[in-house]
């Protein structure tokens, strides 16, 4: 916590980042290659949804890009 507040603004995200790796390896490293998998396809859906300018495709996009770690997430509470 205190890492974060003392670095400057534009290098805070890799503490975010970092200590968000740290917590999913903590509980196994499968699980990291999810947060990545999620990551790089919200990532890229952001990306994406800026570049259009169609309200249906931008909502397409949104949804793939909120979905997928929605949809792993339900998936993993009901497997367990």
Do not use: C
């Not at 990291?32 to 495709?57: C, D, H, N, R, W």
């Amino acid at each position: 916590f205190l890492i974060y507040w003392f670095i400057p603004h534009k290098f805070r995200w890799m503490v975010l980042l970092a200590a968000n790796l740290y917590f999913y390896v903590s509980f196994g490293m499968e699980y990291l290659l999810i947060l990545i998998f999620t990551i790089v396809i919200s990532y890229f859906a952001g990306l994406a949804m800026e570049k259009q300018t169609g309200e249906g495709m931008k909502k397409l996009l949104l949804a793939a890009g909120a979905g997928t770690p929605l949809f792993l997430l339900l998936l993993f509470l009901f497997l367990q």
